[in-house]
């Protein structure tokens, strides 16, 4: 200290509220003693208004006393929103960082608002702005206000491509996630600017050239220009698109001794001479780390290894095994179940501890627990165990309501309006049981049902379960008859393998033909009365489709033998063949082909009315129910048919509105023949000829319920059949 320089002989501080002169004091570079240095006062300036708690500060010197002059800020008493609509307070609130009873700062203030800003811009709407208001209180306390201006959702105006040669902007503009405004799209947000969609759209992209041999492709920028009025944006986006690559020679090599190279060629399914196709690669990938998982190798590691020859545009791959040891199940960890018991997940497995790790059979473990229907989500992951050979299989399942009281309406061609209103529990118990009762009120059909199952019948692989039913069914339209069927029926089914599946069941019922008109066909009115039928019979199923929900892919095909004769007093046998084949021709198109033959004979006994096969309505569009077959012209009642012969092509594609409106057209042709009947007379007609059809819909998967409309043509008919040109089908639940 220079001779003759003054000493801060006392510090005063003003104007403190709430904050004590101590705390004041703490902050300080200078106290009593210290000589008056500018720097630390000017330090000590610094450091006050860098804590947040004060508005203003002055520090000046009188005499020999060095007075701090403070301005404490406010705390926030309230935090309040108005103006929003779109985004509630407690999304908000969420967002923002300030709280009441915190010291309120204008830099807090203007960092929230941003905050704000970026949630508004996050749904849509960037021409949202927000005023702070502060509405001062007693005792140095505010209210804060975001007075919210929400605006307009920001549309996507225009969506550009720069340097895309080989696709057109139309067909990138279908690939990636951001589409551009239009009136149809009010139930979506896909036409809103989004930045995150926006970098999705970069790896939309890339997947898309790469998917089509473009090895070198990239998006050099992607540029999204907000319009003058901020009620619209421009994207623009740069690629370049490189050469198309085609695939060259494939090869494998392992590096696990007791796996040959050889045998797993037949697991690429790639074809030299087509484009390059990553998404292919990365399938042919999981099929051989498959093959080889089968083989006991849980954690392979299959690297495909691509030497580039740019002169001649191809690629030649080579898929790499790598070291791994063969691995056994230590033992199977199940989480997330708290209703479902162990057992019932577990008698889904394919696996045991102790078994050799087997990669499909994890694989079919999974998808068996998904087709239970008794979770929402499903996760089976393979770890490694206490030692290199060993792998825990973990579990992780997200249960979901199995229980169901369901309320439905709806209007069809075939029954005309209906009611239903049923109960059900899929997982009665946790045990895996399945328990549904059904009623039905429709114009041409009533009915009520009851059934149980028991998929593991005794413990063992064996379903087990009863069904009691009463229906009446009105056939006044048709053949001048109402049906009225009470009775039940014990059924057994076992899988014999993944694909096969018999089904054996008895079935016991009392049939009544009623109400018949006066005027009816004499073969029918023959037949008015009870009769009671006792029926064992069995279904085989042979099922390769890729879901069982929703299949894309495979066929499926059953046979189906019923006789009719033990005890009652009727006596026949009857074999049906059903099958339906899927093919995907692109992720928008399925074509599914569906064929049935059936056949029914008499044991002593002439076949009666109700047991016979009858064609039309849903089972050949362009023909009324029961429109086509044996006919007795005199009375106009169709009289069904001993042999029956359908089928049906039909393409579902998309209409050009977006995917999430649910909306898919079809083509379809439908074609068969019904024939064959015991009885005969003058006024009947039998001519067995072959009917065809041809016909467009739409299938609406609407909020209120799956809607289908029909229109149809018949082609190939005869004068006395019964033809509909429009079907239409709709219901709901809730």
Do not use: C
């Amino acid at each position: 200290m220079r001779p003759g320089t003054p000493v801060i002989e006392e510090i005063v501080v003003q104007g403190s509220q709430r904050i004590e002169t101590e705390t004041v004091l703490s902050y300080l570079s200078v106290k009593e003693g210290d000589p008056f240095d500018p720097s630390a006062i000017n330090q000590s300036l610094k450091t006050l208004f860098s804590t947040g708690l004060f508005a203003d500060v002055t520090m000046r010197q009188e005499g020999n006393a060095l007075v701090v002059r403070i301005v404490e800020n406010p705390i926030i008493n309230r935090i309040a929103f108005e103006g929003n609509k779109r985004i509630k307070d407690e999304a908000l609130d969420a967002e923002v960082q300030l709280r009441p009873r915190v010291v309120y700062t204008r830099t807090r203030v203007q960092s929230d608002v941003r905050r704000i800003l970026d949630v508004y811009r996050r749904s849509g709407r960037f021409a949202a702005t927000v005023e702070p208001k502060v509405i001062q209180l007693e005792q140095n306390r505010v209210d804060l206000v975001f007075e919210i201006s929400e605006g307009p959702v920001t549309d996507i105006e225009k969506i550009s491509f720069i340097g895309n040669k080989y696709f057109s902007d139309s067909d990138l503009r279908s690939v990636v996630a951001t589409k551009e405004s239009a009136w149809y799209r009010f139930l979506s947000s896909a036409d809103t600017y989004d930045p995150d969609r926006l970098t999705f759209d970069r790896e939309l992209l890339r997947r898309h050239y790469l998917a089509n041999g473009f090895v070198d492709f990239r998006v050099v920028s992607a540029v999204a220009e907000l319009s003058e009025d901020r009620e619209s944006f421009f994207i623009t986006i740069t690629v370049e698109e490189g050469e198309r690559f085609k695939f060259g020679t494939f090869n494998v090599v392992s590096q696990i001794v007791d796996v040959e190279a050889e045998p797993l060629k037949e697991f690429i399914e790639l074809e030299t001479g087509e484009y390059y196709d990553a998404d292919a690669v990365d399938d042919a990938i999981l099929r051989l780390t498959d093959a080889v998982g089968e083989q006991g190798y849980a954690f392979v590691d299959v690297r495909p290894l691509a030497e580039r020859d740019r002169e001649n545009l191809v690629i030649d791959l080579t898929f790499q095994i790598g070291e791994a040891p063969k691995v056994y199940v230590e033992r199977i960890d199940i989480r997330g179940n708290v209703r479902t018991l162990d057992r019932v997940i577990r008698r889904e497995f394919q696996l045991v501890e102790g078994d050799a790790f087997n990669s499909s059979r994890l694989r079919r473990s999974r998808d068996r627990l998904r087709a239970l229907g008794f979770f929402s989500n499903v996760d089976v992951n393979n770890v490694p165990g206490t030692t290199p050979d060993k792998t825990v299989i973990e579990v992780d399942v997200t249960e979901q309501s199995t229980g169901e009281i369901t309320l439905g309406a709806g209007f069809s061609s075939t029954t005309g309006a209906l009611g239903e209103i049923g109960i059900r529990e899929r997982n009665l118990l946790g045990k895996g049981q399945d328990l549904n009762l059904r009623l039905i009120v429709a114009q041409e059909e009533s009915g009520l049902d009851l059934s149980f199952t028991e998929p593991y019948f005794l413990d063992k692989e064996l379903s087990g379960g009863f069904d009691l039913f009463h229906r009446v069914r009105d056939n006044q339209d048709e053949s001048s008859f109402d049906l009225q069927e009470t009775g039940g029926a014990l059924r057994v089914g076992y899988d014999i393998n993944d694909d096969w599946r018999q089904g054996v069941f008895y079935r016991l019922s009392r049939q009544d033909i009623q109400d018949v008109d006066a005027n009816a066909s004499r073969i029918i009115r023959d037949q008015e009365g009870v009769s009671t039928r006792s029926i064992i019979g069995q279904t085989l199923t042979y099922d390769k489709r890729n879901s069982r929900v929703d299949p894309t892919d495979g066929f499926i095909v059953a046979l189906g033998t019923d006789f009719a004769g033990l005890g009652g007093d009727v006596t026949y046998g009857k074999t049906t063949l059903e099958g339906t084949l899927y093919h995907q021709f692109s992720d928008d198109i399925l074509a599914s082909i569906n064929g049935e033959v059936g056949y029914i004979v008499g044991i002593g006994d002439d076949v009666r009315i109700n047991d016979r096969f009858f064609l039309g309505g849903d089972s050949l569009r362009g023909f009324e129910n029961a429109g086509v077959g044996p006919r007795d012209l005199a009375t106009d009642d169709s009289l069904g048919g001993q042999q029956m012969a359908r089928g049906s092509v039909e393409v579902l594609f998309p209409v050009g509105l977006p995917e999430e409106f649910g909306i898919k057209g079809a083509v379809f042709s439908d074609f068969g023949t019904l024939t064959e009947i015991d009885d005969t007379g003058a006024s009947l007609v039998d001519t067995g000829s072959i009917r065809a059809s041809v016909g467009v819909g739409v299938n609406w998967v609407s909020p209120f319920g799956p809607i289908r409309v029909d229109f149809t043509q018949a082609l190939v008919k005869e004068d006395h059949d019964e033809t509909e040109f429009f079907r239409f089908s709709f219901g709901t639940r809730f």
